[in-house]
């Protein structure tokens, strides 16, 4: 006698399950060779690709869009994190490209609620069983408060540990406590939200993430280093996973 055949699980379930665990961004792989570099790390437990949009607006910056999201077709949940201003009429090229996350910023818009909600209302392009996750991302110097407002209409909360937009910047110390800040918020709530942390997390400090409650941890070149990619994410997901000292 056979069961019931097993339901696919969707974006936001797969994630849960995985947690804690890391996303790759992918602007630190080599992307003339892409679909070699994201074959490296099929088999390694990674399960989010991490695509940073910046606009050369919000931050002065500008890097991918729609297209190479599009592009990408590997066994990978895929985040667009918008540095974007003003993203109300722009989420829909990214939807409709393939992302199943997509992250906006509190101080990218007068209407960010609306965003939330009308992303609450689209599908999934990949796959309509998967759902959309949507998520809210903080810069390090915006308060708390911004988030209570938001968390209704939200299945991530993403602390960025760097101020967007520049690269080479150290971990910012202050992230931590508002990490656990965060936590407490949600625990509030009374719902299931995801949390991340973003920017500034090597090989040398992601230890100190284990065991915060941290759900995806944003990690790139610490992963593409151009050398060893798979051994790489083994590591970080190992250390993320091990017990806090």
């Known amino acids: 006698m056979t069961g019931e055949p097993k339901q696919p699980m969707g974006a936001f379930e797969r994630l849960r399950e995985a947690s804690p665990t890391i996303s790759v ?9 892409l679909g070699s570099e994201l074959a490296c790390l099929e088999g390694t437990g990674v399960q989010l690709l991490h695509f940073d949009v910046m606009d050369g607006c919000f931050v002065p910056m500008m890097t991918v869009g729609p297209p190479l999201i599009r592009a990408v077709r590997a066994p990978f949940l895929i985040e667009a994190h918008l540095m974007i201003l003003d993203p109300l009429e722009k989420i829909d090229a990214y939807v ?17 609620h609306r965003v939330l909600q009308k992303l609450g209302r689209m599908t999934n392009a990949r796959d309509p069983d998967r759902g959309l996750v949507r998520g809210v991302a903080l810069n390090p110097g915006t308060p708390l408060s911004t ?3 938001l968390l209704d209409d939200v299945e991530m909360v993403s602390l960025l540990a760097v101020n967007p937009g520049w690269t ?8 931590l406590p508002r990490l656990s800040k965060v936590k407490k918020m ?11 942390v973003d920017g500034g997390v090597t090989r040398d400090n992601i ?6 409650g941290v759900d995806l941890v944003v990690t790139g070149s610490a ?3 151009g050398k060893a990619p798979a ?10 996973r091990s017990r806090p000292h």
Request: glycine letters at 8%; hydrophobic letters at 50%.
């Open 147 to 149: 988030l209570e407002p």
């Open 96 to 112: 409709e490209a393939g992302a199943d996350i997509l992250t906006v910023h509190v101080e990218s818009g007068q209407h960010i």
């Open 223 to 225: 992963v593409f280093d």
């Open 207 to 212: 230890s100190r993430l284990a065991g915060t």
């Open 231 to 240: 051994e790489n994410a083994r590591f970080m997901l190992e250390r993320l």
């Open 25 to 33: 961004g992918v602007l630190t792989a080599n992307l003339a060779a």
């Open 168 to 175: 080479g910047q150290a971990f910012i110390e202050s992230t």
């Open 186 to 196: 949600i625990a509030a709530q009374g719902r299931e939200i995801l949390l991340c």
